[in-house]
């Protein structure tokens, strides 16, 4: 198990598999709200669900209706269980509040493998393998 | 960060649901861009009104917010999706509108004021020089900032609305002297006019991303050309700053102002944005200005250019109720529908549901307008001066 120690920008507890991605995620245009589904054309998750994920992800881009994307997606029961970042903008932050996903930033996400178990407490984070 | 007691206070719940969800959104922001307080704001500008942008979703949080939430400081509402009194003559959905009165009345609830325009600076919210606020729609932030000298960072719906709540903001940003300077020159071959400064601001927006520009060669420009030039900059760039060698407030005080970075501006480059945001071939379904609102000024233009005139195709003026209720005092919004003008308020067309209208293409002034009718919703567009558009429109 590797701990690993991060800020808090909504404080909370979640356990789940990591999905990684190495390039930044815009949520309004970039995230079907209906499905949960990558659909950013180009973009290396592409297809895939960030549905019930601990997604993570540097940081956060595009419009400011994307924090409304996030709580769309949490009261649709198809958000993120958490998010993680390198660098968390206001965009993300402020769409954890709103929606209340457990974020935290400052994480260096290269530690992190596609599939890991990881698990979010406070300002913790853990990778079990 | 440091926080006095009655912030202290708020985010603990103590004065509601409603604070304690503000007092969070502010403090993640405080603590992300490390201010090192709050600082108290004078009015807010809440974007995020259109049910098509919310949902279902962002009505429930809006109307979670006004169960037990007042604004603490004068706010005012971006549009929304219809025109409040007329949106059944023009067709729009009637779901649409329910949906969208529902999220309007729950705004009233919260205290904000029903100006439902992305021009609050001529809808009675106008900021002074310093004063600091927090407001979202990006062209409105880059006019209060740079034409106005008043100061904001670039809020979206949630901070400003937390804001406005709270009464507060964390101070960092463009609320802070040293992030205000400019960090490239931009100068202009020649003097420009009307929609040549959209077409200018949206080549400047693209070439220098987030940097603050100060333009240099500009001798007079209106004030509806500097809300062009500033809808455009924060488009294609994301600025919500510039500044103009003797003329925008901040650049007056300072005439040393400069920037190390420096750009010529050539007249090939502005020639191809027009190519960029003209498709081929597009016989507009619908012909507009007011992106942003028009101006009173505006609505008079562009009376006079149809001289009597009727239009033959759609031809709609997009403007905020302040606006059209003057213009209906001074008989031109009766002129003007007479030509078959049909002058339209609390809305705009990128955020009603234009293609529920059966508008597959339009033709504007507004660079914003064009880009965002074609990248948001779909349309083919055209990019055209108003003389242009009003011999489109009676041709």
Redesign the interface.
Known sequence: MIALKGRIIWSGWAKGEALVSNQPISFYGGIDPMTGEIVERGHELEGKSIAGKILVFPYGKGSTVGSYIILRLKKRGIAPKAMVNIRCEPIIAVGAIIAEIPTIDRIDISRIRNGDLVEVDGELLRIYR | MYLTKEEEEMLKGEYGYAAQ?SM??LV??G??YDAEKMIEIRSAQI??VSYK??????L??IEKLAEDGKVRVPTTLNPCGIDLERWRELGFPEDFAEKQLKVIKAYLKLGIRQTLTCTPYLSGNRPRFGDHIAW?ESSAIIYANSVLGARTN??????ALAAAIAGRTPLYGLHLDENRRPEIEVKIPKPLSGYEYAALGFLVGRLAGDKIPLFKGIKLISDEELKLLGAALACSGGIPLFHIEGITPEAKLNPKMSASEKYEVGLDEVREVYDELNDDDVEPDLIFIGCPHSSIRELIIFLELLNGRAVKKKTWIFTSRAAKNLGEKLGIIEKLERLGVKVICDTCPIVAPIKDLGIRSIATNSAKGAWFSRNLNGLKVRFMSIEGLVELAVK
């Open positions: 969800k969070e959104i993640a922001l603590k992300i974007s995020g942008s919310l949902g279902d979703e962002g429930e949080f979202s670039r809020e979206g719906g949630p901070s």
